[in-house]
């Protein structure tokens, strides 16, 4: 690696990594009202023998703290391997996965569990690619 560029490199990565989880957080939020105030969906999901319902408040943190997470695997990936992006994708795609087996099997009623899956898979659908764009090469 150059040494030259990589500090330059460093604050527009940080810039570009945080509008990344900012944008997934402001796309799951979309759906949600969307889906809830607009659509009217009772969204709600089943938490031991109790139903809750999933608050815009939930969402955000949700969306927020898995951009953060996925940010920070990065970064350790970065740090470790040379192989950080591969591995990351990898890694995001699996997680993924694994991520919809809540709404699966925790959605009360069939619109409820549409509605967190495409929660999911907004997040996804920018974390994936935008946090990929932005590691090292």
């Known amino acids: 690696m150059d040494t ?4 330059a490199a460093r604050p527009a990565r940080r810039r570009d ?19 809830v105030p607009v659509a009217g969906v009772d ?7 109790t139903e809750q319902s999933v608050t815009p408040a939930a969402v955000g943190v949700s ?3 898995a951009g953060l997470a996925g940010w920070a695997l990065l970064a350790l990936l970065e740090r470790f391997t040379a192989r950080a992006r591969a ?3 990898g890694v ?24 967190l899956v495409a929660l999911h898979l907004a997040a996804a659908a920018l974390l994936v690619p935008l946090l990929r764009r932005t590691a090292r090469r």
């Open 4 to 7: 030259t560029t990589a500090p």
């Open 87 to 89: 591995v990351w994708t």
């Open 17 to 35: 990594r945080a509008l990344a989880v900012l944008a997934a957080t402001a796309a799951t939020l979309a759906v949600w009202t969307a889906a």
């Open 63 to 65: 969306t927020l703290l």
């Open 92 to 115: 995001a795609g699996l997680v993924l996965l694994l991520s919809l087996l809540g709404p699966v099997g925790g959605g009360v009623g069939a619109t409820a569990t549409l509605t």
């Open 43 to 49: 969204l709600a999901v089943r938490n031991g023998g």
